[in-house]
T-cell receptor, first 112, second 116 residues
């Protein structure tokens, strides 16, 4: 079936270090993936997206990598800052139904 | 100005009661959504409306009834509230109904519903 999952529920990093948040998806085909950031008490906020025909996309301090062979994507945050502390979700869009299927979320904590 | 706004932010009520959550977006989007986030932060779509028409209706108990008076508003009415309805409910909106590139969903701040 369709599912998007995360390897770790929590991640703690030192301020200034790079963070890598991982996500795996199931066998069903996906056209498109998105990363959302959810700060405490707020709604999910779009960070970056990637089409399935790409393997890398860069934004400001963030990079998403997609490995279709092993059905895995990751979000890399460079020089992690305290303001990056949040829950990060990957979400996939499947070519049927047009719905966003969210993963469980990884809580990122940044230590000063 | 808040793009997607929900009211109330917190809702505490007794089992068996009926309650409503309201959502409004000022982004000019045609599509609006309701999501439910459980205690483990799992986020799942419940409904979507496009121009006041129901598009997505997931396996949600019929105690939940969305209503869209116009494309800028999508309200959620819940009858006979149960303990398991306790969650955070998020409203979202996007330009078009099908999720995909160039059609980002913008979320409200959420309504935390606690059923006692």
């Amino acid at each position: 079936g369709e599912s998007v999952g995360l390897h770790l529920p929590t991640l703690s990093v030192q301020e200034g270090d790079n963070s890598i948040i991982n996500c795996a998806y199931s066998n069903s085909a996906s056209d498109y993936f998105i990363w959302y950031k959810q700060e405490s008490g707020k709604g999910p906020q779009f960070i970056i997206d990637i089409r399935s025909n790409m393997d890398k996309r860069q934004g400001q301090r963030v990079t998403v990598l997609l490995n279709k062979t092993v059905k895995h994507l990751s979000l890399q945050i460079a020089a992690t800052q305290p303001g990056d502390s949040a829950v990060y979700f990957c979400a996939g869009v499947y070519n049927q139904g047009g719905k966003l299927i969210f993963g469980q979320g990884t809580e990122l904590s940044v230590k000063p | 100005d808040t793009a997607v706004s929900q009211t109330p932010k917190y809702l505490v009520t007794q089992m068996g009661n009926d309650k409503s959550i309201k959502c409004e977006q000022n982004l000019g989007h045609d599509t609006m959504y309701w999501y439910k986030q459980d205690s483990k932060k799992f986020l799942k779509i419940m409904f979507s409306y496009n121009n006041k028409e129901l598009i997505i209706n997931e396996t949600v108990p019929n105690r939940f009834s969305p209503k869209s008076p116009d494309k800028a508003h999508l309200n959620l009415h819940i009858n006979s509230l149960e303990l398991g309805d306790s969650a955070v409910y998020f409203c979202a909106s996007s330009h078009r109904p099908l999720a995909g590139e160039g059609n980002i969903q913008y979320f409200g701040a959420g309504t935390r519903l606690s059923v006692l």
